[in-house]
């Protein structure tokens, strides 16, 4: 499968998962439950982690990654102590299924969401702990919910993926973000969310700037940008194997048949222009 297709689909889904995480009705459910809707993350990490069942802490930022071991530790065990991951997960999907109907034109999603089934079904879970844990999770029957998973288990099964590149690499959760951060993937402000120190950042620079991979300002050196392109690199390759099981024409299929969707989350206004993810640099 063409690297490119790889990430022209993950360009296409990433909006339709990451509308759960900013779409009103998904405050409305979370705070149903009980938690604090007056920032993001306690809910946040209630969504993201209960597939993988009540965790602590060292668990949830050993698959997050890129998250301070410190900021996980303020929300979980703590989410599970509000709602219990079977409840949170029941949520979502009403969630999921309320901004959707407001948003999409949920009708005509039928084709789409069964190419989008087979491609995640295809996925393998051996190594990646979040895309397995949503793997195990009973598929919903409307196609839109359908969809949604789909997009869910690709973008976990991408992104577990992506922490194997980085291992490979030599890049330590903080380092990962520093690193992209020096080619330019978004502002250092956006990756502060992540919740390292500016002790930490300054510390993972330095680590960086000894490696020859970012200069004194902070900036990737030639070393650098050519290690975060090798990451990306391996990442698409990790990430090829559903969208090969599928096929190219039926992959193609589903591209053509997401356009609209796509064009309702990003219009939205919900999603944040920038992200710690690149979208729309790399």
């Given at each position: 499968m ?23 009705e ?44 410190a ?9 599970w ?9 029941a ?30 079904e295809?996925?393998?879970t051996a190594?990646?702990?979040l ?13 839109h ?7 869910t288990?690709?973008?976990e ?11 490979a ?54 070393a ?18 559903p ?40």
């Open positions: 063409d690297t490119a297709r790889t990430r022209q689909m993950w360009h296409l889904l990433e909006p339709l998962h990451a509308l759960h995480y900013y779409a009103p998904a405050f409305e459910e979370a705070a149903a439950l009980g938690y604090d809707t007056g920032e993001r993350w306690p809910a946040y990490f209630a969504w993201r982690a209960a597939p993988l069942g009540p965790v602590g802490p060292a668990r949830v930022a050993s698959a997050f990654y890129s998250f301070s071991p900021m996980v530790a303020r929300y979980v065990p703590a989410a102590e509000t709602a219990t991951p079977g409840a949170v997960l949520a979502r999907l009403r969630g999921v299924d309320r901004s959707y109907r407001g948003l999409l034109d949920v009708t005509g999603l039928d084709e789409a969401a069964g190419l989008a089934r087979r491609a995640a295809a996925a393998g190594g990646r702990p895309a397995a844990a949503h793997a195990e999770l009973d598929w919903a029957d409307a196609p919910l359908v969809l949604w998973q789909a997009a288990l690709l973008r099964h991408r992104g577990d993926g992506h922490v194997a590149a980085l291992l690499a030599g890049l330590d959760p903080v380092e990962a973000l520093v690193s992209f951060a020096a080619v330019g993937a978004a502002p250092e402000s956006v990756f502060a969310s992540r919740g390292w120190s500016e002790e930490e950042w300054a510390a993972a620079r330095e680590r960086l700037a000894g490696r020859g991979l970012v200069d004194a300002e902070g900036t990737a050196t030639p650098g940008r050519e290690l975060r392109a090798e990451v990306e690199r391996r990442t698409d390759e990790l990430a090829a194997a969208w090969a099981a599928l096929g190219p024409d039926a992959t193609a299929r589903l591209a053509e048949l997401l356009g609209g969707p796509w064009l309702a989350a990003i219009g939205s206004g919900l999603l944040p222009s920038e992200n710690t993810l690149g979208i729309g640099k790399i």
